[in-house]
């Protein structure tokens, strides 16, 4: 088999060439596969390609730069990066190891090769994981924003916006992706759902000890990192589209019996009318999803002639069961 892993890097001049000579060294001992890497030079201004270039030769493993012209942003880098992969399974990794690199790889590629699983997230919320160095704020928004995707998504997951995680390859380099910032990661999930792909997590930890340019306030409240977290919530909504309009018609039923209480039957009669409209709509939407993950399911399943069902899914045992 084959092993491919893909480091995007902007800016990353200052630590790059240790991530690479770390990970080359973790694959080292991992013979079983023949591994590759791929970087993914996002449009860094700073000598990110250069750094890549010189730590090359001296590494175990064939390494490929694509550069882009211009910074596209992380979900345009992940597309170049899987593109040119040609492994069996594909490992996502940050380029400055925020992710202890053999530690992480160790895991992904484990549970990897145990369950074949379409996507192995590394999760430091979940059970045993955890973050080191992160400022107070940022990890409380980022398991917030984890903590709601979750409860929309159809798995129990406890990560659903990382990067660092271990993929099928025939199954990503088949995956259509649109999104150009972070939200990719929870758009993949969000897509992996669609077409019943398995999908599962292993303790990880994010440790930013001897970070701190990362902690300034400019860097952690921009416009640019609240619209990022706001990207990624609003696929919750994509999740289960039906959820808001079903919550608004109990809203209403319970506005209505208020009324009747209350004896303002006029008032009554609107919020049932209302009720009945959200409830309707909720319908709506339920069935436009199911038409959408049937056809996104039907034109991945013609495309790569082999679809897998996770028989850990109760939504997908249901499905079989259906047919």
């Known amino acids: 088999m084959r092993g491919s892993v893909v480091i995007p890097a902007f800016n990353e001049a200052h630590g ?70 040609t492994g069996d399974v594909v490992i996502v990794m940050d380029s400055d190891l925020t992710y202890p690199a053999e530690a992480t790889i160790t895991a992904l590629l484990s549970q990897w090769l145990q369950k074949r699983s379409h996507v192995v997230i590394a999760s430091p919320w979940a059970r045993d994981g955890r973050v080191v160095g992160v400022p107070k704020m940022l990890a409380f928004r980022s398991r917030a924003a984890n903590k709601i995707l979750s409860m929309a998504s159809q798995h129990d ?70 619209w990022t977290t706001l990207k990624s919530l609003a696929l919750a909504h994509l999740f289960r589209p039906y959820a808001l309009p079903l919550m608004a018609s109990g809203l209403s039923i319970m506005a209505m019996l208020f009324m009747l209480i209350a004896g303002k039957d006029t008032l009554a009669t609107t919020a049932l009318a209302a009720g009945v409209v959200a409830a309707l709509l909720a319908v709506l939407m339920f069935q436009s999803k199911r038409q959408f993950e049937e056809l996104m399911f039907s034109q991945h399943a013609a495309s790569t002639h082999k679809v897998e069902w996770d028989s850990s899914c109760p939504h997908c045992r249901d499905e079989v069961s259906k047919s």
């Open 16 to 85: 790059v060439s240790e991530a690479l000579v770390a990970i080359d060294e973790v694959l080292t001992k991992c013979p079983e596969l023949e591994w590759e890497l791929v970087v993914v030079d996002d449009g860094s201004t700073d000598h990110t390609s250069e750094q890549v270039k010189t730590v090359t030769p001296g590494l175990n493993h064939p390494l490929l730069l694509h550069k882009h012209p211009t910074n596209r942003g992380l979900g345009a880098a992940l597309r170049t990066g899987f593109t040119a992969t």
């Open 157 to 226: 997951l406890h990560t659903v916006t990382g990067m660092v995680r271990a993929y099928d390859g025939d199954f990503i380099r088949q995956l259509p992706i649109k999104a150009t910032g972070p939200d990719v990661n929870a758009e993949i999930i969000f897509k992996a759902e669609g077409l019943r792909a398995a999908i599962t997590e292993v303790p990880a930890v994010l440790d930013w000890t001897g970070r701190e340019e990362r902690y300034t306030p400019s860097k952690l409240v921009n416009s640019n990192a609240r």
